[in-house]
């Protein structure tokens, strides 16, 4: 394995970390900024509000993600087999 080929393994497991974190991540920043804005609104500052909805809806999209996540994982996976056997 020269240089070239590590970055390019390097690069395609950042990708594919961001795949599977990102969507995850983005919505639990829309969710934590929509209970943050209710707050300012209603002047409630409890700390369960904004810990419970964000948890909920983590837990919903990594179900809803998870066969897009395995697929993923699973095409790097072989891909990483297959560059290992090749040498």
Do not use: C, W, Y
């Not at 974190?21 to 983005?26: E, I, K, N, W």
Request: glycine share 4%.
């Amino acid at each position: 394995m020269n240089a070239a080929d590590a970055i390019d393994l390097a690069h395609e497991t950042v990708v594919v970390a961001l795949k599977l974190g990102g969507p995850v991540m983005l919505l639990a920043l829309v969710v934590g900024l929509a209970v943050s804005f209710l707050q300012a609104l209603t002047q409630i500052q409890e700390m369960t509000l904004t810990f419970v909805p964000k948890m909920v809806v983590i837990l919903l999209a990594v179900l809803a993600l998870l066969p897009f996540m395995m697929t993923t994982l699973t095409t790097f996976t072989h891909s990483l087999v297959d560059r290992i056997i090749s040498g």
